[in-house]
């Protein structure tokens, strides 16, 4: 069979499984094509004029779509793998009704970058973090650091590399790369002052010595040098100064490109958030957005599927946060606690194959820091009885706790309470579960179009 | 009444969420009025005097740093434990109690050799849910139950007993039915979740058994364990799937 054939065959299974609304089609005709022919990515390459790849632990779903937010501000039509499905099944997919001339952005698992980048051949990889992510699936965050390391030094590997330098792995891996641009916080008062117990990196990627930090911002992610090798963090060249939470509804701060500075206003809260923001603009300025479009571009995005997601449910505002592993919750959780405000909780703990089965990273979590801010809380999910012996363990009183496995239940349950906002945590699986609810209800669209 | 808990290299070995663990039993004895004392010990740091020892797991890069220093307190470990000490190693932590740690190229990592124990590195790694049956006290059955990830394959010394047998999972080696080490005051184990949250018995257990070597008998008062025995049922019946 020739290419075309495949490619059509392909592209009438993706219509079909968006007619039967099996999930839109994000990753199943990528794969049948992938199967028809592996080499399926390389081929269809060729009709981007441009490609970005996103890799990181946390944030690779919103620096996506920020950078798509900037780029879009100066007119570049994208191809992109909006559903969340990233890894070559989900980019394969996205490419099979890639137009000619497109600009290319993906973000891509981290296990699978080394694989997809190969194939696409991208202008850009960008790298953000890597933390402690879900050990069940994937080992050790220092072998997906050796395979990014390889990937770059990787003769023929041509693609300029947009790292983060506060992170002092993805750092060092960056070093490595022929053609590089830097992104960090240059914001000494934004700072935690200490390390959260979750801190990954915290040795010297070069001589294994213990770091030592003047700043750190969040997880491992700082202001860090080796006192034995003096290897250090190198000075971004794409920087946040002057960063100020207004609430839990945006951040506000200055950002310094390699072409100008402008002062940026970002509609989601979170210090994590400027870093996704920080790369995002890092895109914009390898493409030659100028930094006030990049300003806009930020200025106008919307919250991806499940991060700080607004709704409406039975008349009580609700916010959605998406939860997969200790860093990432831990920046939910210290973002949530900076508002003082008492507040009502849903979590969804599943322990599924997407979410991990083993939900030992819940006791790495800081629920420690939010619980004096918690009325009352629905655990719910596969692993409900479990969450709440968390939040027992982190000092909240069983009377405050309810457990509901039953997911529509547990919505309900939110959903009649009148009042503050809820702010409804879920793993991945229970995510996609919670707004099949909501959808149900009216609440939200389904999360290939909302992407 | 005071419990001293020692944590040791809390921060390289804490790869399973061993905090949890602390938590746990920090506030068991606080809920009974009791004082929890734990004290972190870093590589170079004096060796608490302790009532319980706990080695939690590491990435093989962070264990590799802190062997040579373990290595150096194995007598004094050994003297505390003769002197009533009690000690839980858990994942890594557990393999270190033993002898040795042998890889797959054949590179060989040493053990404080408290228990007769070794490992040999297996080619898939054994991971998942689990289900133990544990009898400490003789005619007081207990699940234990948890979430391993290893590619070791433990074998116990002629007359040591596992803390338990499987009932779901894999256990020391996949082969011969037990898991984990229970040898006197010194248990080991490859469950975490971590391990003490969801087995409230066996934190109780090291509770009285850490502060009776030195207090003699110790009752402790009953807790309410309603989300504890729910979050065991749960695990076990998803074990049992």
Same mark, same amino acid.
């Given at each position: 069979m020739l290419f075309g054939a495949k490619l059509a065959a392909a592209r009438a299974a993706k219509a079909a499984s968006r007619i039967t609304r099996? =999930?839109? +089609?994000?990753t199943l005709p990528g794969k049948l094509l992938l199967r028809m022919d592996p080499e399926a990515i390389r081929r269809m390459a060729?009709?981007?004029?441009s490609t970005t790849l996103i890799s990181a632990t946390n944030g690779k779903t919103t620096t996506a779509k920020m950078a798509a937010s900037v780029l879009e501000e100066s007119g570049h039509a994208l191809r992109r793998n909006?559903?969340?499905?990233?890894l070559s099944s989900g980019v394969a997919s996205a490419l099979i009704d890639a137009r000619r001339g497109e600009t290319g952005l993906f973000e891509v698992d981290e296990a699978a970058l080394p694989g997809v980048a190969a194939a696409l051949q991208p202008g850009r990889v960008v790298l953000g973090n890597l933390f402690r992510d879900q050990l069940d699936r994937y080992g050790e965050l220092e072998l997906i650091g050796e395979r990014w390391r390889a990937m770059v030094a990787?003769? =023929?590997? +041509?693609a300029t590399v947009v790292f983060n330098v506060d992170d002092p792995l993805v750092a060092s891996i960056g070093a490595e790369a022929a053609s590089g641009l830097t992104f960090g916080l240059?914001?000494?008062?934004?700072?935690?002052?200490t390390m959260q117990h979750?801190?990954?990196?915290?040795?010297?990627?070069?001589?294994g010595t213990r770091l030592v930090y003047?700043?750190?911002?969040?997880?491992?992610?700082?202001h860090w040098r080796c006192p034995?090798?003096?290897l250090e963090r190198p000075r971004p060249e794409v920087r946040a100064t002057e960063v100020r939470a207004i609430g839990l509804e945006a951040s506000e701060f200055v950002l310094h490109m390699p072409a100008g500075d402008v002062p940026v206003r970002l509609p989601i809260p979170g210090l994590y958030n400027v870093y996704n923001a920080l790369a995002a603009a890092a895109i914009g300025a390898s493409h030659g957005v100028e930094p006030a479009g990049v300003g806009r571009g930020l200025a106008r995005f919307s919250a991806a599927f499940g991060r700080f997601e607004r709704v409406v449910l039975a008349g009580r505002p609700a916010v959605l946060l998406l939860v997969k592993n200790p860093a990432g919750t831990n920046e939910v959780i210290r973002t949530l606690a900076a508002d003082s405000h008492p507040k009502t909780l849903l979590v969804a703990l599943n322990d599924r194959i997407a979410d991990g089965?083993?939900?030992?990273w819940i006791w790495d979590v800081d629920f420690e820091e939010l619980v004096p801010q918690v009325e009352s809380v629905v655990t719910t999910g596969t692993r409900a009885a479990e969450m709440a012996l968390r939040l027992k363990y982190a000092?909240?009183?069983?009377?405050?706790i309810a457990v509901e496995p039953d997911m529509a239940h547990a919505v309900d349950t939110i959903g009649g309470e009148a009042g503050s906002p809820a702010y409804l945590l879920a793993t991945y699986t229970a995510m996609l579960e919670l707004r099949a609810l909501l959808e149900q209800r009216g609440v939200v669209r389904p999360y290939w179009e909302a992407a | 009444m005071k419990l001293r808990v020692c944590h040791l290299y809390p921060e390289h070995l804490n790869?399973?969420?061993d905090r949890g663990n602390m938590a746990v039993l920090d506030h068991r004895c606080r809920w009974r009025g009791i004082e929890c004392l734990i004290e972190g010990c870093g590589p170079g740091d004096p060796l608490p005097r302790a009532d319980l020892y706990y080695l939690g797991g590491g990435q093989d890069r962070d264990q590799r740093l802190i062997v040579p220093d373990l290595l150096g307190r194995a007598a004094d470990l050994a003297a505390a434990v003769a002197d009533g000490s009690a000690v839980l190693g858990v994942c890594g932590g557990y393999q270190l109690l033993g002898h040795v740690y042998r890889g797959h190229q054949g590179d060989e990592m040493r053990g404080i050799?408290?228990?007769?124990l070794e490992t040999n590195a297996g080619k898939r790694r054994m991971i998942g849910n689990v289900v133990l049956r544990c009898e400490l006290d003789p005619g007081r059955p207990r699940t234990l139950v948890g979430f391993e990830n290893h590619a070791g394959r433990t074998r116990l010394g002629p007359g040591l007993e596992p803390l338990g047998r499987v009932v779901r999972g894999f256990g020391?080696?996949?082969?011969?039915?037990g898991e984990g080490v229970r040898a006197g005051r010194v248990l080991g184990t490859?469950?975490?979740?971590?391990?003490?949250p969801k087995n409230p018995w066996l934190a109780d257990w090291l509770i009285q058994t850490a502060l009776m070597a030195r207090k003699g008998r110790v009752e402790l008062e009953p807790l309410d364990d309603t989300l504890e025995r729910e979050a065991q049922r749960v695990a076990e019946a998803i074990a049992s799937r």
């Open positions: 099996a =999930g839109g +089609g994000t060729g009709r981007l004029s909006a559903g969340g499905a990233n990787a003769p =023929g590997f +041509g240059d914001d000494e008062a934004a700072g935690a002052g979750a801190a990954d990196s915290k040795w010297c990627p070069r001589c003047s700043t750190v911002f969040l997880g491992h992610l700082g034995n090798c003096g089965r083993d939900v030992s000092g909240l009183s069983p009377t405050r | 790869i399973y969420a050799g408290l228990v007769d020391n080696n996949g082969e011969d039915g490859y469950v975490h979740g971590p391990l003490l």
